[in-house]
């Protein structure tokens, strides 16, 4: 019955509120610090996801992701500072341990890594200490104000690029077989299932 009525509220705040709403939904909303979001806003954002989740509009929420992250994914990464040290390192940082075992078998030699929501550049900084055998390190963002962030802090680290792109874009641009692709932490999540398969 609560949330009926949250979403009943929602609903009703959009009819009254519709620009309000477009700009909450344009600006990024999916995930929320109670500190920075009013009682309306809260309300607004959930009857706007409800409604995209119960039509299965994967589009319309994708959308809302995306803008999420790039407005507002440098708030998220300052807020999450670090977690490199207490949940990248213990949790994922096994997988580059088998990159490095398939690197050493492989014929082909790769010249660039590219890592897909690389949010405040830890990891691929930590990847460039721990590849020595690749030139060039590529992080993609979707927050510009992250990217001229990481530009400033990584600035001594030649090897390292920073970009504000869309991923599926740039790795329809600028992709070629010697680059290795990764993501870490929830990233692909974001993405359609029909970009995903077109990866």
């Known amino acids: 019955m609560k949330g009926k009525l949250i979403y009943l509220i929602g609903d009703l705040l959009i009819l009254l509120m519709p620009k309000k709403a477009k700009k909450l939904a344009k600006t990024g909303m999916t995930i929320t610090d109670r500190n920075k979001i009013t009682l309306i806003e809260l309300f607004m954002r959930k009857s706007l996801l409800k409604k995209v989740e119960d039509k299965s509009d994967y589009n319309t929420l994708s959308e809302f992701h995306k803008a999420y992250w790039k407005n507002k994914g440098d708030d ?47 990891v691929l900084n930590y990847l460039s200490e721990q590849f020595p ?38 790795v329809n641009t600028y992709a070629n077989k010697n680059m290795i692709f990764v993501t870490s932490r929830g990233v692909l999540e974001y993405f359609t299932e029909s970009k995903l398969l077109d990866f």
């Not at 999450?80 to 492989?106: A, G, Q, R, V, Y």
């Not at 990217?147 to 970009?163: A, C, D, G, M």
């Open 76 to 122: 998220f990464f300052t807020a999450t500072d670090d977690s490199f040290e207490k949940n990248f390192l213990p949790e994922c940082s096994f997988m580059f341990e088998l990159l490095k075992n398939k690197l050493s078998i492989e014929e082909e030699d790769f010249n660039t890594l590219v890592e897909i929501g690389t949010g405040n550049g830890k």
């Open 133 to 170: 055998q690749i030139d060039r390190f590529v992080g993609i963002d979707l927050s510009e104000n992250q990217i001229i962030s990481n530009q400033k802090t990584y600035n001594k680290n030649q090897r390292l690029e920073f970009v504000a792109y869309d991923a599926f874009d740039w």
